[in-house]
């Protein structure tokens, strides 16, 4: 692989990982309602699913997926349903906050324990199928064959999570330095149903996804 190929993937990934999408949206409401350091955890969830993702596409089984209307049906409702679970329970949150006191720590604590956050974050980006789409498109423009295709593979999905992952503190941290402006419980109830209604809308519209033409 050549610096310059590289070095159009490194682009690539930046813009991928800034566009809006469920990581985003996902990472700006756990931000915002328990920080940037609780968010990690279902940051780094997200990067699993990623590599789950990359890992799939990169071994040729995202073609298959992608070539059985059964299977790729099968991803697309299940991932769009659970966008939808997050956001009717995004939605529907609890809010924690005491207006008198004003304690932004007490809605903190309720956060859910690292391994669900974790698992929150695995499932939305592994049960994405445009994120399957994306890598059985584009992935193999940047996998050389006349160069051995493991190495590639490390390098691209080490590249891909790096920026990915530096994306997503940095919606983290946008969200949660606006915690100060919602001590407000009516405001924390108006933000949850903010990113509940965004999380559902991004489910449905995984409904309308299709395989590419020719598939």
Not at 84 to 93: D, E, H, K, N, T
Request: some cysteine; glycine content about 10%.
């Amino acid at each position: 692989m050549t610096f310059t190929l590289w070095l159009t993937f490194f682009f690539a990934a930046c813009l991928i990982a800034i566009s809006p999408g469920s990581g985003a949206v996902l990472s700006m409401a756990h931000g915002l309602n328990y920080g940037v350091k609780k968010t990690s955890g279902t940051i780094m969830g997200l990067q699993a699913g990623l590599l789950l993702v990359f890992t799939i596409a990169g071994a040729g089984v995202g073609s298959i997926l992608m070539a059985s209307e059964f299977a790729f049906s099968a991803v697309k409702i299940i991932g769009a349903l659970y966008l939808i679970y997050l956001g009717i329970s995004q939605w529907r949150a609890k809010v924690d906050v005491s207006a008198n006191e004003g304690a932004l720590a007490s809605q903190a604590s309720t956060a859910p324990d690292l391994r669900k956050r974790f698992l929150i974050g695995f499932l939305t980006n592994a049960t994405n199928p445009k994120g399957i789409i994306f890598m059985v498109a584009v992935l193999p423009q940047f996998i050389s064959h006349d160069a051995p295709l493991l190495p590639q593979l490390l390098i691209l999905g080490m590249t891909m999570c790096a920026v990915d992952l530096v994306v997503m503190h940095s919606y983290a941290w946008a969200a949660s330095s606006m915690q100060r402006y919602f001590r407000d419980p009516r405001l924390v109830k108006k933000q949850n149903r903010f990113f509940g209604g965004i999380l559902m809308a991004i489910g449905a519209a995984l409904f309308f996804v299709k395989r590419s033409p020719g598939t």
